[in-house]
């Protein structure tokens, strides 16, 4: 079974601060995903990384993917409220394989 | 809409009952994926199908749990004599035959067994 460890499980921060969250395995994955997920509803596809090393931005989202292609994070820039929610990652080794999230929570 | 829909959305039972879900997936996505989330963790596979043939199974999947995709669009979930622990949100999602494995999710069916 492949694991994804995510940390921190909860964070509550402030509007307009940073934050990073991150997202570790033992095993390679050819691809990872990160999703954001509300109360209620289901996953909402942020961005795909495939390459080691790579780094994508989505407005004031960074996501990058470590070297090995075990690891990622993400980072937040300013924080708003509409940030708020679940952080899913998910590695693709020929099965989708979800972390436990980070639920974060931005407070105005 | 053409995203991934799933009906009901809601479902309440009783213990002992038998329960179906239903899933569209987006018309041009061939493979289709069944999930169960509990509070406070991530989607837990549970199976998965391209077009019409269902490819894996979750082994810690009880076999009250069966999963039907008869002409490769819509599926159906459906769980035997419902127990209290099967009480979740089942997700549904969609993927088109997979370069990057990148799913659409379906806004879920929270089942509570009483």
């Known amino acids: 079974t492949q694991l994804l460890e995510q940390s921190p499980q909860f964070l509550s921060i402030q509007e307009g601060e940073n934050l990073t969250v991150y997202c570790n395995s033992s095993?390679?994955?050819?691809?990872l995903q990160w999703y954001r997920q509300e109360p209620g509803e289901g996953p909402v596809l942020l961005v795909t990384?495939?390459?080691?090393?790579e780094v994508k931005k989505l407005k004031r989202l960074t996501f990058q993917f470590g070297d090995a292609r075990k690891d990622s994070s993400l980072h937040i820039t300013a924080a708003q409220p509409g940030d708020t929610g679940l952080y899913l990652c998910?590695?693709?080794?020929?099965?989708?394989?979800f972390g436990d999230g980070t639920t974060l929570t931005v407070k105005p | 809409d053409t995203g991934v829909s799933q009906d009901p959305r809601h479902k309440i039972t009783k213990r002992g009952q038998n329960v179906t879900f239903r899933c569209d997936p987006i018309?041009?996505?061939?493979?289709l994926y069944w999930y169960r989330q509990t509070l406070g963790q991530g989607p837990e596979f549970l199976t998965y199908?391209?077009?019409?043939?269902?490819?894996?199974k979750s082994r810690l999947l009880s076999d009250r749990f069966s999963a039907e995709r008869p002409k490769g669009s819509f599926s159906t979930l459906e769980i035997q004599r419902t127990e209290q622990g099967d009480s979740a949100m089942y997700l549904c999602?969609?993927?088109?035959?997979?370069?990057?494995?990148?799913?659409?999710f379906g806004p879920g069916t929270r089942l509570t067994v009483l």
């Open positions: 999602a969609s993927s088109k035959t997979p370069l990057y494995n990148e799913q659409f």
């Open positions: 095993s390679v994955f050819s691809s």
């Open positions: 990384v495939v390459t080691g090393g």
């Open positions: 998910a590695g693709d080794a020929g099965k989708s394989t």
């Open positions: 018309s041009e996505h061939n493979r």
């Open positions: 199908f391209q077009n019409e043939a269902q490819l894996e």
